[in-house]
């Protein structure tokens, strides 16, 4: 259960692909909410949580099927309004007195669909149907053909003559199609209009949050030390930066310099945090320890296995020294504890062993504080900004644990290294000029293991291939190429082979993922 006092909504997951977009609708209010799947929603639970309202998600089973998945019927004796989305609206009608039938082809609906009011207005749609009818997004099998004693209609659609349902006296509501998704464009409007009934005060702000994790993080930690692995990356920065905040001194990061970061990457991060945010930071150089060990290793998956388990090590020698340390940190975020607990299950496949720091902590007898675990991305963002880190800090595009070595196809040599390091920083540079860098996901240059001919000036070249990558993407799951103009690539192409010695000729990987993946390797 969650550490937080906030005004609470919850979320009952029955299982949506879209799920996480109703919370995201709903944090962007300023509200806050927990998304929890039906299983673990029992009586006690609801009685723990307290929340002031219940959403009820979409979901791909079928309430006529026998077994299909339910809220415990105490939920509607909680006196709090209820919004049943899509499968969520079905369960509704169906515990409370309505019928659903199964879907047959003429009565499902997919995609793009429109609602027209009928006769009486409700508050729920406030400010909908300003035109004559509004833009939803449905995909529905089953529909509801008896709506439950008590409820009434107040929209409807060619498939779904029930699309808007309520019972104003319970404050229970029911669409058939997802208010959450961006097809449905006034979609956002039905969720504020629900909180407001509800009579949320749109306390969750990243303001209030600091104030009260600086709190929780002191109790959690009494008098013990805290280590954190600081990558740089948004997630570690703002949790170190939050939990120094919390206690001071107690906390120690240690940054680990494996010879495969980007130009002056090590010097940024390191001075920012220690000079300028005074944070303990210990400077592990172990360049020499990995590049060694990396010496000769072609196969991917196996250059991301010896880094990991060299970081793992690396990161407790350095942790050994520090007296007290009983917690480690960890920018564990919301999608992460939402995936790990969903009845759908995580991915299935490993295609790259990513690497981090989890088991550590039994290893180390550490206990774990992970003060992002209620967070989103952008409230991540968001909170990093209120602590005063940097903006160019906070924007950064995401960089891989195992760093360079998976942009250096074939052998990791110090040379290629040097190279990729002054093309990336070029590229960089371009990007940010033509004002494109927070447009783009993620942006890098790959070093080709590969030597091509060329000319310049008089002479013949025979030097390194690269690879540009630019992907927009919303959560690294999949990925576009970022459709830069040929001018810019020309540009970009014409100054990395003027600036860095070592490269003459220059591609742009146009490989969307999937089937690609964002990284080469
Ligand atoms: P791929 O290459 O799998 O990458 O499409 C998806 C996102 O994950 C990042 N990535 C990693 N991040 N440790 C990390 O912390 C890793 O081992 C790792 N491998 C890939 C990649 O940069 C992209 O943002």
Known sequence: MSQISHERLLIIDFGSQVTQLIARRLRELNVYCEIHP??????????????????????????????????????YDLGVPILGICYGQQVMMQDLGGKVEAGESHTAEFGRAYVKPTEQRIDLLAGWFLEEREQVWMSHGDHVSEIAPGFA????????????????????YAVQFHPEVHHTPNGKTIYENFVRDAGFSGDWTMDAYREEMVKKIRE???????????????????????????????????????????LNEADEVVGMFRDHMNLKVIHAQEQDLFLGELEGVSDPETKRKIIGKLFIDVFQKYADQIEGAGYLAQGTLYPDVIESVSFSGGPSVTIKSHHNVGGLPEK?????????????????????????????????????????????????????????????????????????????????????????VGVMGDGRT????????????????????????????????????????????????????????IEWE
């Open 220 to 262: 959690q930690v009494g008098d013990s030390h805290v280590i954190c692995a600081l990558s740089g990356g948004v997630d570690s920065s703002v949790a170190a930066a939050l939990i120094h905040e919390a206690i001071g001194e107690q906390l120690t990061c240690v940054f680990v310099d494996h010879g495969l970061l980007r």
């Open 153 to 172: 209609v107040y929209g409807t659609s060619p498939g779904a003559p029930f699309a808007i349902t309520a019972d104003l006296e319970r404050r229970f």
């Open 364 to 452: 180390m007898g550490l206990k774990l504080v992970e003060p992002l675990r209620e967070l989103f991305k952008d409230e991540v963002r968001e909170l990093g900004r209120e602590l005063g880190l940097p903006t160019s800090f906070i924007g950064r595009h995401p960089f891989p644990g195992p760093g360079l070595a998976i942009r250096c196809p074939g052998e990791i040599t110090r040379d290629k290294l040097e190279i990729l390091r002054k093309a990336d920083a070029v590229y960089i540079d371009q990007i940010r000029k033509h004002g494109l860098y927070d447009e783009i996901w993620q942006a890098f240059v790959a070093i080709l293991p590969v030597r091509t």
């Open 38 to 75: 039906y299983q673990n929603v029992t009586d006690d639970f609801l009685k723990e949580l307290a929340p002031k309202a219940v959403i009820f998600s979409g979901g791909p089973d079928s309430v006529v099927r026998e077994g299909s998945p339910r809220p415990p019927q105490s939920v």
């Open 462 to 517: 025979y030097d390194y291939a690269c690879a540009l990558r630019a992907v927009t993407s919303v959560d690294g799951m999949t990925a576009d190429y970022y459709p830069f103009s040929h001018e810019f690539l020309g540009e970009t192409a014409t100054r990395i082979i003027n600036e860095v010695k070592g490269i003459n000729r220059c591609t742009y990987d146009i490989t969307s993922k999937p089937p690609g993946t």
